[in-house]
């Protein structure tokens, strides 16, 4: 045991070793090959003149890799600074985003969390996003060459599954984004409690249900320590309702979103229970989505049955848990409080830090399991449950009309997006202690045998689509969240069943959807297209 965790120790220190790459010698010419094929001489923009690219992140994940990339970069292009511009938080993000956009886009960040902007912006809108021209399609990227990976096309480093992913998150006929790393939701546990209370991991949905009651009745107050990551579990649930109805959100021919080249496999659809990745490469339509959501509204018989079944296991998450300190639910696990954890990939990183961090006498083993499925499922619900594996580190470019500038753009983001330059960003991420959000897309990234140990226990046997939209869970607006987290608090705690919750949220839901209806210029017939309201 000393000897495993010496070995995450090394981990986090940053010794990210390098597995099954090539040797000493072959490494080394393959960065002269980068150097020389970037050489400002080759570039498609005037190397004489002096220009500056701001990237814009989040504090703390990635930023000491993206800080290193930067240095790099400038080294091999001198004529072009690049700043990192650290926001603090999600929120100071958000503000961010909408008081640069607010002004002359041409001063805006140039390479930005495309989640968060668009969110800012638009609501969640990527086509309100690309119409009104805030973001660029990297599409036509993806056929052009990447000099810093020996010439090969910007595309050869990706599953094309996962850029069908990026094309779906993105509306499906534009890409914002380009695939950087996955994120995974899992539940940790603490081994040595489970170990010293005879408790054995559950494998169905109702042996988690009754495992949360023993540990209860062993004096454990919140035997699941949880966040507001929890929404995921509820939309795994939502997953198994949902998808056997997928074929009425896609993109459809005679839609004026239809495109041939990226929709084929919408045609003809049904979801086939023996093949939990059949919907992998599906576009959805965000019209037809609307449209369902403005009939049926969110408190339907189906949305019923799924909160019911979710509060089986949310009653045992901590009071106010949707909007619980994630660094507190976190303590209360490392701490003992809590046997497990409900959280994301994207904090693996830090839970084996602080537990390194303890005295030798507090530190204990823990590991993940998945989204457990039912044994019986409730009516109207499927049995196998799929978890949450979805993009992580969503960056987009800012749509610019300097053409100069942005073929410097293009350059970095490609760089980052390199198997030595997301190699790099990696390890210097480890390195200074930064956090990871989970497992790199990107070929030829490679991580320690240990730390890849644990992110491999994120990946689901089938990945759930996003149906927060019509599951209703935080469609509200931001006047109405005090409302809607109240309403959620009273269910999990059983003040209030299921069916009285969504009674409740049906008019915030309506608001929220008539606001992002207006916004998008949708009327509600897919056959037509819709124009953007200013």
Not at 178 to 192: E, H, M, R, S, T
Not at 202 to 231: H, M, N, Q, W
Not at 263 to 286: G, I, Q, R
Request: aromatic share 10%; proline share 3%.
């Amino acid at each position: 045991m000393k000897r495993y965790k010496k070995v995450i120790s090394l981990v986090l220190a940053g010794s990210m070793l390098l597995t099954g790459m090539l040797s000493g010698c072959g490494k080394e010419e393959k960065k002269e090959e980068s150097k020389s094929t970037a050489a400002s001489s080759d570039v498609a923009w005037d190397s004489s003149k002096k220009d500056e690219i701001i990237l814009t992140v989040i504090n703390n994940y990635y930023t000491a890799g993206q800080k290193k990339a930067a240095e790099e970069y400038m080294k091999l292009h001198p004529e072009t600074k690049v700043v990192v511009d650290v926001v603090s938080d999600n929120d100071s993000y958000m503000t961010k985003m909408k008081t640069s956009f607010s002004g002359n886009q041409e001063e805006a960040s140039d390479i930005v969390h495309g989640n968060f902007l668009v969110n800012a912006l638009t609501g969640s809108s990527w086509n309100l996003a690309f119409e009104k021209g805030y973001v660029m399609d990297l599409t036509p990227m993806l056929d052009e060459e990447n000099p810093y990976n020996a010439g090969k096309l910007v595309r050869d480093v990706f599953e094309e599954s996962d850029l069908a992913i990026a094309l779906n998150k993105t509306g499906g006929s534009k890409m914002g984004i380009l695939p950087f790393d996955k994120i995974g939701v899992a539940f940790f546990y603490n081994k040595d409690i489970f170990d010293k209370e005879g408790i054995e991991i559950p494998e169905t949905f109702e042996e988690l249900e009754k495992i949360c009651k023993e540990f209860r009745d062993k004096g454990y107050k919140y035997p699941v320590s949880a966040g507001l990551e929890s929404s995921w579990f509820l939309n795994a649930i939502a997953d198994t309702g949902y998808r056997t109805m997928e074929e009425t959100f896609l993109v459809q021919p005679g839609d004026a979103a239809w495109d041939e080249s990226t929709m084929k496999d919408n045609e003809n659809f049904k979801f086939d229970e023996t093949n939990l990745a059949c919907d992998k490469n599906l576009v959805n339509s965000d019209e037809r989505i609307m449209a369902y959501k403005k009939e049926n509204g969110v408190n339907t018989e189906l949305n019923q049955t799924i909160y019911t079944a979710f509060g089986k296991i949310a009653k045992y998450f901590p009071d106010n848990w949707v909007q619980a300190d994630t660094n507190q639910i976190i303590t209360d696990f490392e701490m003992g409080n809590s046997p497990m954890l409900l959280q994301g990939s994207f904090n693996a990183g830090k839970v084996l830090s602080d537990i390194n961090m303890l005295p030798e006498d507090q530190q204990f083993e823990w590991a993940t399991f998945q989204f457990p499925s039912f044994e019986k499922a409730p009516e109207g619900l499927q049995s196998t449950m799929r978890g949450l594996y979805v993009l992580g580190n969503e960056m987009a470019i800012v749509q610019k009309e300097d053409k100069d500038h942005t073929e410097r753009v293009k350059d970095f983001y490609k760089y980052m997006y390199s198997p030595s330059g997301a190699q790099m960003i990696y390890e210097e991420t480890l390195t200074n202690g930064n956090y990871i959000q989970g497992p790199s897309v990107i070929a030829g990234v490679t991580l320690d045998e240990a730390l890849q140990e644990k992110l491999d226990g994120f990946v689901p046997e089938g990945t759930s689509r996003d149906w927060d939209n019509l599951d209703g869970f935080t469609r509200v607006t931001e006047a109405n969240k005090p409302k809607f987290y109240d309403l959620i608090n009273q269910f999990s705690v059983e003040k209030i069943t299921a069916e009285e919750m969504l009674e409740q949220l049906q008019p915030l839901y309506d608001e929220y959807n008539e606001e992002a209806i207006k916004a998008a210029g949708y009327d509600l017939d897919p056959a037509t297209a819709d124009n953007a309201k200013e």
